[in-house]
């Protein structure tokens, strides 16, 4: 079994942020493979399904970004799921705006969300897709950059990136966690 984790803040107010792109890539992951977030359960939102013919969970953590470890240590105990097979999807700041990038390991670089997730799992050995976000603009602090809206003329490269994102998630699950 997966769980593969959109990392994000609940609510509307931070529905279409910079800092939602790992929420909104796993609602494009999950509407795609026909799996619904029905269930609020273990600090978060998840739905159960397949994809590439692999048990999948998709977690949507509602603890805010910066608890967001909380939820997945949970349900992967629960679930019985090794760190290995959890795939994180997340903004990132230091990639370029539509870019993805996929590492098997890693650390948490400056983002919050994923020092929550390594310290609970007690690991750096899982899989991550990150959503390029940066760089920021010259006129902002980082909180109130990745905390504002995607302004709409980018609206259309971010929901390309989330393809993207979901192609790579997709092989991840399909090659067992190795990349091509």
Known sequence: MWIIAGLG????????????????????????????????????????????????????????MNNSGECLVQISRF???????????YDDIDIAKGSIRVRLKGSAG??????SVIKCLG????????????????????IDYVLSEVPASEREMIGEAFVKACEEIEKLVLSDGTKD
Not at 23 to 32: C, E, F, G, Q, T
Request: hydrophobic share 35%; proline share 6%.
């Open 9 to 64: 803040n609940p609510g509307k107010k931070y529905l279409y942020t910079w800092h939602n792109m790992g929420y909104l890539a796993v609602d494009m992951l999950a509407s795609r493979n026909n799996i619904f977030l029905d269930k609020d359960k273990f600090q978060g939102m998840y739905g159960k399904g397949k994809i590439a013919g692999q048990d999948v969970l998709i977690v949507k953590p509602t603890t805010f």
């Open 79 to 89: 679930f019985k799921v090794d760190p290995g097979h959890i795939i994180t999807v």
């Open 110 to 115: 400056t983002h919050n969300g994923m020092r």
């Open 123 to 142: 690991t750096q050995e899982f899989p991550r897709v990150r959503i390029g976000t940066g760089p920021i603009p010259e006129h902002f602090e980082l």
